[in-house]
């Protein structure tokens, strides 16, 4: 029998992981600005409609803002607990 192929992701949510775990590793620490939508579809070879799709609930991935790590791990405690 064939393992089950694991599910690829979109690429608007790979950028979403990407500049999440540069957040949360301390590659961008707290302050350093998230690069623009340009710079992203120039990163990614990507239309401006692939970054505008990056789904960012906590708010702390959008193109052109300041990292904020603290924020982030608050989000990711909040659904933590509600799992709970």
Same mark, same amino acid.
């Given at each position: &029998?064939? +393992?089950? +192929?694991? @599910?690829? #992701?979109?690429?608007? *949510?790979? =950028?979403?992981? *990407?500049? !999440?775990?540069? =957040?949360?590793?301390?590659?961008?620490? @707290?302050? $350093?600005? =998230? @690069?623009? !939508?340009?710079? #992203?579809?120039?990163?990614?070879?990507?239309?401006? &409609?692939? %970054?505008?799709? %990056?789904?960012?609930?906590?708010?702390?991935?959008?193109?052109? +803002? +300041?990292?904020?790590? *603290?924020? %982030? $791990?608050? $989000?990711?405690? !909040? =659904?933590?607990?509600? *799992?709970?």
């Amino acid at each position: &029998m064939a +393992a089950a +192929a694991s @599910p690829r #992701l979109s690429l608007h *949510d790979r =950028i979403l992981s *990407d500049l !999440e775990s540069r =957040i949360l590793s301390g590659a961008w620490p @707290p302050g $350093h600005r =998230i @690069p623009t !939508e340009q710079e #992203l579809r120039q990163t990614y070879g990507c239309s401006r &409609m692939t %970054v505008n799709k %990056v789904d960012d609930p906590a708010g702390q991935c959008r193109a052109g +803002a +300041a990292a904020a790590q *603290d924020r %982030v $791990h608050r $989000h990711a405690a !909040e =659904i933590a607990d509600r *799992d709970s």
